[in-house]
């Protein structure tokens, strides 16, 4: 095999909460992971010359080894004494910086492409354990779906995916930093935590309701305190008939869910016209 193609995808989180923070500095989460339709692409190309080549569409990306793509590659061919060379070309959609994990989805789709390229037959198990060195959500996004996610990151269990659904995304035009919300976190002043339990009961019972009712994320104590535009796209979302909005991960975009997909476009273009948000899309989970 000369060249593989892999997809990674954007995931959005319908529950995040964080139980404490650990003596070594880790967060303990408890969380669940959805994946939706938006995706990067990357093609891996064996290379005559040995070393890892990256190369994007995106030119705000570093195509070196501050890419998580090249750590990871780095990581794997060390692992598996892998002293050929590789050519990845990405190209990038999923918002940067978003709270979309866009960086780890990358890096966990270059590990799966290495694995087939390369045939180095590696279990899941084992490209999770070497992702995880690299990044808490690398595990998931080597796997995808529907998750619930515990410890940093690491300890995962399948769950049903949700009812079908329109979503629209909304990444509005400003720079969050995920070691910025985690470190202004007091997690012992919390006073609400997101019923995860229910919302596994929720997926359980196939209830869009029961979901739509349950979404919370703490990290929003910190982004939408400092970021008043994502109150202000939950609401535009939630006029335009989505049935709740929620910011993903440590942010800032904002996701609304809808059952009318004319609902969820009229909402995408209610957020574009007052400029809450650069990018947008309408899409589903998968
Ligand atoms: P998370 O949801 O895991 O917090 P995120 O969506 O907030 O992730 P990313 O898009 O993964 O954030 O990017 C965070 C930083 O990582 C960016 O500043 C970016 O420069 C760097 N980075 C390195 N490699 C990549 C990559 N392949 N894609 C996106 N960002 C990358």
């Not at 010359?49 to 569409?57: E, H, K, R, S, V």
């Not at 509005?172 to 009961?201: C, W």
């Not at 019972?205 to 939950?234: F, H, M, Q, W």
Request: proline share 5%; charged share 20%.
């Amino acid at each position: 095999m000369q060249s593989v193609q892999e997809r990674a995808y954007a995931k959005i989180n319908i529950g995040l909460d964080v139980l404490r923070r650990r003596p070594d500095g880790y967060h303990e989460v408890k969380m669940i992971m959805q994946t939706v339709d938006i995706y990067d692409d990357l093609l891996l190309e064996k290379t005559s010359a040995p070393g890892i080549y990256l190369q994007t569409d995106n030119e705000e990306l570093p195509t070196g080894q501050d890419n998580l793509i090249c750590r990871a590659a780095a990581l794997l061919m060390k692992e598996k004494g892998i002293s050929e060379g590789v050519k990845i070309t990405l190209t990038k959609r999923i918002p940067i910086a978003a709270g979309m994990a866009g960086g780890s989805s990358d890096a966990a789709a270059a590990m799966r492409g290495l694995n087939a390229l390369f045939d180095m037959g590696c279990p899941v198990e084992e490209l999770q354990r070497l992702g995880v060195k690299l990044g808490a959500d690398i595990p998931y996004c080597i796997v995808g779906g529907t998750m619930l996610s515990e410890g940093i990151g690491e300890m995962l269990t399948p769950l049903p995916a949700p009812p079908d659904a329109h979503l629209v995304a909304a990444k509005p035009d400003i720079n969050v930093s995920t070691a910025f919300v985690y470190g202004n976190l007091h997690v012992e002043r919390l006073k609400d935590h997101p019923d995860i339990d229910g919302m596994v009961q929720a997926l359980s019972a196939g209830s869009l309701s029961g979901i739509c009712d349950r979404l919370g994320n703490v990290l929003e104590t910190v982004t939408a305190a400092e970021y008043p535009v994502i109150e202000e796209i939950k609401d535009v979302m939630r006029s335009q008939g989505a049935q709740n909005a929620l910011m993903s991960g440590s942010g800032p975009t904002v996701f609304g869910i809808f059952t009318d997909r004319k609902q969820a476009e009229a909402a995408a273009e209610a957020i574009e016209k007052h400029k809450l948000a650069g990018q947008i899309f309408v899409t589903k989970w998968v």
